[in-house]
């Protein structure tokens, strides 16, 4: 793939430039089209590669490698401090005087290699394994998530701009990269869950030059330095950064009290439930690039003419997924015994309230693209507050009553009182404008 990038410059090259209002729904929907074939795909990958991975590895496998994923998940949020969001709004505002913001995170990022090292480093001694994870992989999911940050911000660049194209052909080369050296580490090696988590990091090492060439060619990313751009970036980020870390909680938290109340092998039957439910994460996958691009630079300032609009798209988005929530269980249902091994098949149980808690958290983070576009990072960060507290306890009674199946029962109703919650905001918000400009003339 690094052989043919210089290549393909032509075709992956763009001028960056505010996108204009002309095209409008025809635009949006086609870009919606395109991300949902390449989400098509991608999901396609792991479903093949799951006959494989259910044979050779077992449940208690798949829980050590939730695990692992896990812990690279809130590393990677704490390691980017959500600077790509911030990235994502100054290339809105001015693209012509982007590249400095650019360079700056970038080589910020490489700093902040260093204490991250360092802190692994410390609590080493405190401890031989993390949840069962060797403290050697600690290391490697610094590097990880280093990795990784160059692509996210690559990622969200195209998808700010609607290039749903690279977009999508890049997503898809990384997971089958990613499943493909897993399955050649089980096949070959004999290797247990670590042939998932090798697959993962070693992905994310051949996309981080390729990122790097992008992103010097298109945004033209340098190897400079600006504290006070810096400061700028890091005072709208770090508000988001709670909802950030918030978000993992809300996907990993299921997992974490699965894990204490019922054990790796539920986890890993749950997880595999979780992987089929992603058949739902597709349609979302594929409307939210497009929509957070609409709501970017296209909506224009949130009016109450806007609100309608939010409010109208969102709903037809939520008959539609109602529509696909009760389809989908019977369908994934009679492919599990040719997707998965016995070992798995009580999964089929999972399917249903995995796919609504799926459903649920992807209208929730449809709603609080439209708060971060209003700057209202503060009432997102609270709002996410509250929903982690009112999600443990949930999952506390509902776990320790339900099983695994409760878990996804819980971190639904967490996702549809916490939407409810941004969309109460967001209209008090509006009208708290509205008496403003009122008040001043």
Not at 229 to 252: A, D, E, I, N, Q
Not at 269 to 277: H, N
Not at 286 to 294: C, D, G
């Amino acid at each position: 793939m690094a052989a043919i990038a210089p290549n393909l410059s032509a075709f992956w090259s763009h001028t960056p430039a505010r996108p204009g209002k002309a095209k409008g729904t025809r635009v949006y929907f086609r870009s919606v089209s395109i991300y949902l074939i390449f989400n098509v795909l991608s999901a396609i990958v792991p479903i093949m590669a799951m006959p494989v991975l259910t044979r050779y590895l077992t449940p208690a496998d798949y829980g050590l490698f939730t695990i692992f994923t896990i812990v690279s998940m809130f590393a990677g949020n704490a390691f980017r401090l959500e600077l790509n969001m911030a990235l994502k709004r100054e290339y809105v505002e001015a693209p012509q005087k982007f590249s400095p913001y650019l360079s700056s995170a970038i080589v910020f990022s490489t700093i902040m290699l260093v204490p991250y090292a360092l802190l692994v480093l410390l609590l080493w001694p405190f401890f031989d394994t993390f949840y069962g994870i060797a403290w050697q992989w600690l290391f490697l999911i610094v590097l990880l998530v280093y990795f990784r940050f160059s692509a996210i911000v690559l990622h969200h660049l195209w998808q700010i701009t609607n290039r749903a194209l690279p977009f999508g052909i890049w997503g898809l080369a990384g997971n089958i990269l990613s499943y493909g050296l897993a399955i050649l580490f089980i096949l070959r090696m004999g290797a247990d869950w670590r042939a998932r988590a090798w697959g993962e990091w070693i992905a994310a090492l051949v996309a981080f030059p390729l990122a790097i060439y992008y992103l010097r060619n298109q945004y033209q990313l340098r190897w400079a330095f600006d504290p006070t751009l810096m400061k700028k970036m890091l005072r709208f980020s770090l508000p988001l950064l709670p909802s950030g870390l918030m978000s993992y909680v809300f996907m990993v938290s299921d997992r974490m009290f699965i894990a204490e109340f019922n054990g790796a092998h539920e986890l890993g039957l749950y997880s595999v439930a979780l992987q089929l439910a992603a058949a739902a994460g597709l349609v979302f996958s594929a409307v939210l690039p497009a929509w957070e691009s609409w709501v970017f630079t296209r909506l224009g300032s949130v009016d109450g003419k806007a609100i309608r609009k939010i409010v109208a798209r969102l709903f037809a988005i939520f008959l539609g997924m109602c529509i696909l929530i009760l389809i989908l269980p019977g369908m994934l249902g009679f492919l599990m015994p040719y997707l998965t091994s016995k070992d798995f098949s009580s999964a089929r149980v999972f399917l249903f309230p995995c796919l609504l808690a799926t459903a649920c958290a992807g209208m929730f983070n449809m709603i609080s693209a439209v708060l971060v576009f209003m700057r209202q990072t503060a009432v997102v960060a609270y709002v996410n507050v509250g929903m982690a507290i009112f999600n443990f306890l949930c999952l506390y009674v509902f776990v320790s009553n339900w099983g695994a199946a409760g878990a996804a029962y819980g971190l639904a109703l967490t996702f549809v009182v916490g939407g409810g919650a941004l969309l109460c905001c967001m209209v008090k918000l509006r009208a708290r404008n509205v008496l403003h400009m009122g008040s001043s003339t």
